[in-house]
Structures are given as C-alpha cells and as structure tokens.
C-alpha cells in the first residue's frame, strides 16, 4: 500500500517505484514462465511482446496479486478491469529504444484514466536501458502532438520530440527484480536500447477504473489512423468490483 506521502507523490510526478515487492516465489513463476513463452513463440519479438493473455491466461495469476491490485486500488478506485499486459524483454545486444511517448496516444479508452504496472523481472539500470519518465508530465492531462515513426530501431511508433515541450529532465526508473513501477497514462515516458550484454526484461500490466469503457470501434479507428497494432478484439478481465459503465464486454477468468 501507499502512504499518504508515496500517493500524493504519485499524484504529483505521475510515476513511482511501489513500496513493496511481489514475492521471491511470484518472481521466479515469471522468470520460468517468461522463458517458456518465448521458446515457444519464438516468432515474437522480446522487446516488446504484448497481449499474453492471448497466449496463456494463467498470466492473470499474476495481474490480480492483491500486492499489485491494493496499490492500484488507491490510484483509479476499487473497481479494476485488466485489459492489456506485455513483455519488454531486451535481451541485451542489437535492442530497440523505446520513444518518448504517452501511452494514451495508442489506447481507445474513455475516459482515459488509466495506469501500467511495471514488474522488474531483472535489475533495470541506466545501463541496460531502465524506464525513464518526465515527472508532473501528465499533470494537466493534455495530449501532446506525436508523430509516426516505422523505424526497426525501436518499439512502438508514436513518438514525441522531447525538446520540443516545457519540462525538465527525466528520470530515471531504477528497479531490483521484484519491485515494480507504477505510471499514468498521459505521463512522457521512453527508454534507451539494451547494448549492454545484460538482459533487461519487464512484464507489465495495464488496469482501468470500471468506470471507463474499452472503446473497441475506436481501436479500429486507431489502426487505420495511426498504424498501430489493432487491440480491438483484445479480452478484458474484471479484475475486482464491478464494470461500472456497463459498456465493456468482459472476459471471464
């Protein structure tokens, strides 16, 4: 859980590093469920690899953690609906950077009040190429204006030019395995490529209040617009409380 302080820090920069861990136990179920995944859907690409409720719903063990769920809870209210989840594995040579981006360029949720949850499956450092954030960036809940990049050097293809907006310097998100970031959806965020000859991998989950609605025909709308991946078929899971808007099509567990 957070503190008084840690929420309201949080509130303010739009990110933080939770004060608890998930268990030694739940960390090394990842670890061998991470490398299972990847030797048998060897055609994924580790840097980033989405959607793994797709491929083995047993994923949803870890998503609903109540270490994970509590802290949540205290960010977008006691009703959570998991709609997404990914794996951003660099394997630490010939990697892709991440560009700098909000998250809520790519996602057809309304209203958009919405977090990721990122577990730290290996120490993630300057180094290794470790999240890195533009703290109070999604303060104002704005927008900011992307623009498509298809490069092959790096994931995802919305990006923004960082010198371009008024705010100061990121920071970095240095995390040992086991703790885990949390972040908001309009929060800049980014990260360099891992040439390091170290592993750097994260597995994230994305949660919205039942409050809001996965639009899906706006996701159809998105592929078509911006080129992005189509997630419009993608399942959602209740994962406590209730789907409060009455619009979502919930998946069962």
Not at 25 to 41: H, R, S, Y
Not at 156 to 169: E, K
Not at 173 to 201: C, T, W, Y
Request: proline content about 5%.
């Amino acid at each position: 859980m957070l503190n008084d302080e840690e929420l309201h820090s949080y509130q303010q920069d739009g990110q933080i590093n939770s004060p608890v861990s998930i268990s030694s136990e739940m960390l090394e179920t990842i670890k061998e469920k991470m490398g299972l995944f990847f030797i048998n859907n060897p055609e994924l690409d580790q840097d980033y690899a989405p959607d793994l409720f797709k491929y083995d719903r047993s994923w949803l063990d870890i998503a609903k953690a109540p270490e994970i769920l509590d802290i949540v809870a205290q960010i977008i209210g006691d009703d959570i609906i998991c709609w997404g989840s990914a794996f951003f594995a660099k394997r630490g040579l010939g990697g892709k950077a991440t560009p700098w981006h909000q998250d809520g360029q790519y996602w057809p949720i309304e209203p958009l009040e919405t977090c990721t949850v990122w577990i730290a499956v290996d120490h993630a450092t300057e180094e290794n190429g470790c999240l890195r954030v533009i703290p109070g960036s999604h303060k104002n809940r704005e927008h900011f204006a992307h623009f498509r990049d298809d490069s092959d050097e790096i994931v995802l293809n919305q990006a923004l030019d960082l010198d371009s907006l008024p705010f100061g310097n990121p920071r970095s998100v240095i995390l040992k395995p086991g703790m885990f970031s949390i972040h908001d959806a309009f929060m800049i965020h980014g990260a360099e490529a891992n040439n390091s000859g170290q592993q750097r991998a994260g597995l994230t989950f994305r949660y919205m209040p039942g409050t809001s609605h996965f639009n899906r025909l706006k996701a159809k709308e998105m592929v078509n617009e911006l080129g992005v991946i189509d997630i419009s078929e993608r399942d959602i899971f209740l994962m406590r409380g209730f789907d409060r808007s009455r619009l979502n099509d919930i998946s069962e567990i």
